[in-house]
């Protein structure tokens, strides 16, 4: 990024970016200074899926500055093709629905150029979760979303394939 016209902080990706998102900082986890980037003092990190197999997370410092997280990328387990904040209960998804807090994401979910679909818990430093095998040949996990089309009050996880089949599970 620029301000002023001068590199404020950038990254040079070893491979392709496929997806990026933006995850939310949980209340109090700004940096100290910080102005924040919206009228209610919310930041947000920013990861990115990338063709060689990893995630790479970037870490607002100011709303100028960026930092990127050397050494703290994760390893995914294919080349990463999408990415989605899972929001895991019906309290917290009515919160993000309705906008009235900036709620962090139980889940980094992600899809593969493979077909697998994996889980990382954000609270637990992104350690893996649970993960969708593909059970046939399938094509690679194109987009990933989730809703609660069950209505049970767990969003389901949505996938969206590059062989043109769509998958819900819940």
Not at 39 to 64: E, K
Not at 65 to 90: C, F, K
Not at 112 to 117: D, E, I, Q, R, W
Request: with cysteine; aromatic share 6%; glycine share 10%.
């Amino acid at each position: 990024s620029f301000h002023d016209s001068k590199d404020s902080a950038y990254l040079i990706a070893q491979d392709l970016i496929n997806d990026m998102i933006m995850l939310p900082r949980a209340p109090g986890d700004n940096p100290e200074g910080f102005v924040g980037a919206d009228a209610g003092g919310h930041i947000s990190d920013i990861v990115l899926a990338c063709q060689d197999r990893c995630l790479r997370f970037g870490q607002a410092l100011s709303p100028t500055s960026m930092q990127w997280r050397t050494g703290s990328d994760v390893q995914a387990i294919g080349p990463v093709a999408a990415l989605h904040a899972y929001y895991n209960g019906e309290e917290q998804l009515q919160a993000v629905q309705a906008e009235a807090s900036k709620a962090v994401p139980n889940s980094l979910v992600y899809g593969t150029t493979t077909g697998l679909v994996a889980q990382l818990n954000t609270a637990d430093a992104f350690s893996p979760g649970w993960m969708i095998q593909p059970s046939k040949k399938v094509g690679g996990a194109a987009n990933v979303c989730s809703a609660d089309l069950t209505a049970d009050g767990v969003p389901d996880i949505v996938i969206g394939r590059d062989d043109g089949n769509l998958e819900v599970w819940g």
